[in-house]
């Protein structure tokens, strides 16, 4: 069951997918569309999630689950990661690839492999003030408090 993003609470289980690219405008109309109708049908068990999605910056899904109603399990969340490997390839995509940083460039978002992003660290082409997108965030209130964050302040601050 579809709940608005903000309705949900803090405590509840997010995973993000990052895009190795910005999304058209026509492409998130078309997502968002599909996500609506997977978060609708989306169940456990049998019994359907409270759950919802954000779209981010034309280049993050952020799924989200109430799991006080009903915890997401291993068939819901393999059935999430065939709905993103759909857009995947109906987009020519990557978004399962856990190997690649997004970070701010000034006003734009940009992605690089990790080892890039290494090097980049390494030739202060971005430093620990850089702010990254921690996708290793795990609830609601973490993403709000820790997305977004410098740096240095995240995982990435090894590269420093």
């Given at each position: 069951m579809y709940i608005p993003f903000e309705n949900l609470p803090e405590e509840s289980k997010i995973w993000i997918y990052q895009s190795n690219r910005k999304f058209s405008d026509e492409e998130m109309v078309e997502i968002e569309n599909d996500l609506k109708e997977?978060?609708?049908?989306?169940?456990?068990?049998?019994?359907?999630?409270?759950?919802?999605?954000l779209l981010k910056y034309n280049r993050f899904i952020v799924l989200a689950v109430n799991q006080h109603v009903q915890q997401a399990t291993g068939c819901s969340i393999d059935s999430s990661v065939a709905f993103i490997q759909n857009i995947e390839q109906k987009y020519a995509v990557d978004l399962l690839d856990k190997m690649?940083?997004?970070?701010?460039?000034?006003?734009?978002i940009a992605h690089k492999s990790l080892i890039d992003f290494k090097r980049m660290a390494k030739e202060k082409a971005v430093t620990s003030n850089t702010i990254v997108f921690n996708n290793l965030v795990n609830t609601i209130e973490e993403f709000n408090?820790?997305?977004?964050?410098?740096?240095?302040e995240s995982w990435h601050s090894r590269f420093f």
């Amino acid at each position: 069951m579809y709940i608005p993003f903000e309705n949900l609470p803090e405590e509840s289980k997010i995973w993000i997918y990052q895009s190795n690219r910005k999304f058209s405008d026509e492409e998130m109309v078309e997502i968002e569309n599909d996500l609506k109708e997977f978060i609708e049908n989306w169940a456990a068990h049998g019994t359907g999630l409270e759950a919802s999605y954000l779209l981010k910056y034309n280049r993050f899904i952020v799924l989200a689950v109430n799991q006080h109603v009903q915890q997401a399990t291993g068939c819901s969340i393999d059935s999430s990661v065939a709905f993103i490997q759909n857009i995947e390839q109906k987009y020519a995509v990557d978004l399962l690839d856990k190997m690649n940083v997004t970070f701010k460039n000034g006003e734009h978002i940009a992605h690089k492999s990790l080892i890039d992003f290494k090097r980049m660290a390494k030739e202060k082409a971005v430093t620990s003030n850089t702010i990254v997108f921690n996708n290793l965030v795990n609830t609601i209130e973490e993403f709000n408090e820790n997305w977004e964050v410098p740096a240095g302040e995240s995982w990435h601050s090894r590269f420093f």
